[in-house]
């Protein structure tokens, strides 16, 4: 009987220093399969200015906000679950998953 378990492998390297990132919008373009993933910059991101990740190739969004341990918009960690789920630990105790194909993209809010 095979053991039940998530295998975590290493983040990509924008997802390593969102600790502390406050999460302010998350849209998903479903005609293009798209998920932009809205930030007030975490200390070690974009030095501190709003960023976006964007993720091509979405095939599924997970946005609870039961906020288990109580109200807070910020990222706690990031883990990247093979083969394509990375996962947002939010400090409210909430796991926002983003299902994706591709690694996402780094890009500076719109202004």
Not at 21 to 46: K, M, N, Y
């Amino acid at each position: 009987m095979e053991a039940d378990f998530e295998l975590e492998c290493d983040l990509p390297e924008k997802l390593r220093e969102l600790h502390d990132a406050v999460l302010t919008r998350i849209d998903v373009a479903w005609s293009t399969r798209v998920c932009e993933i809205h930030f007030q910059g975490a200390p070690q991101t974009c030095a501190g200015r709003p960023f976006v990740l964007r993720f091509g190739g979405t095939t599924n969004v997970v946005v609870p906000a039961s906020q288990p341990w109580g109200a807070s918009s910020s990222v706690l960690e990031v883990r990247f679950v093979k083969p394509d789920n990375f996962v947002f630990l939010m400090q409210s105790g909430d796991e926002i998953s983003v299902c994706a194909t591709s690694e996402p993209v780094l890009l500076p809010a719109p202004t």
